[in-house]
């Protein structure tokens, strides 16, 4: 072991709180341990540079990296009914939105913006896990509508990026419906005949991925990401069998043929602005 490496260990377990050195210069990465430094990981696009780990990130920094330089626009998030209700566990659930608030400052956790790749039109949506979760509730319903009609004013396909436990508890089974309601939206956008592309990424599970998750007309995957709809722990108690160690991961999603293809994070800029030609063309000539 070298005496950096030694170092870095060494930083995992010692904050400096000095003011020439402060705690946030690094970063503890969550798939090998190694202590990396925090402008290098962001020059990456918070991807390891050592074990090519995908950090998750949210809907600022997936702007930032896939449209063109200043030509997007976050658009608004629809307004819903708050604690319809009055749901109550060991919080208030208006307790629990503004904590999620406050740490992320966004309102709810699916975020929209309309902006160019590569020159080309775009309405992308992204699932925020920061946000309780990325839980699908009324707020993300909304939004993910929204982001459809939006693509179908802008003549533009819709991208969507997924991060979530599944649907949010404290609303029930209207956290249920916007599983049919996002359904149908797709179909309106398939109906005006424009493209809809899904970015998995960890983690996507439950009801999110029983819903739009899986209606892409291309799937595609970050690596390694977690994508399942019920937990490893479950399906082994109820088929008393053993898993495979890569189930529920991108790469046995692809090798089943359930996803098309699993993409770098600095290549999914290029790869999405490429799909987008391809299927806006087909799109026209059909």
Known sequence: MTWISR???ALAYVTTRSTESPDNLWHKCKGCGTMVFLKELEANQHVCT????????????RFEYLFDADSYTVLPSPKVAEDPLKFRDQKPYPARLKAARAATGEQDAFLNASGTIHGRRAVIGVQDFAFMGGSMGQAVGEAFIAGVEAAIADRAPYIVFTASGGARMQEGILSLMQMPRTTVAIEMLHDAGLPYIVVLTDPTSGGVMAAYAMLGDVQIAEPRAT???TGRRVIENTIREKLPDDFQTSEYYLEHGLIDMVTHRKDLRDKLGQLIGLLCEAKQAA
């Open 50 to 61: 050592h074990c090519d780990h995908h950090d998750r990130i949210g809907p600022a920094k």
């Open 227 to 229: 994508l399942a709809f």
């Open 7 to 9: 170092v870095r260990n």
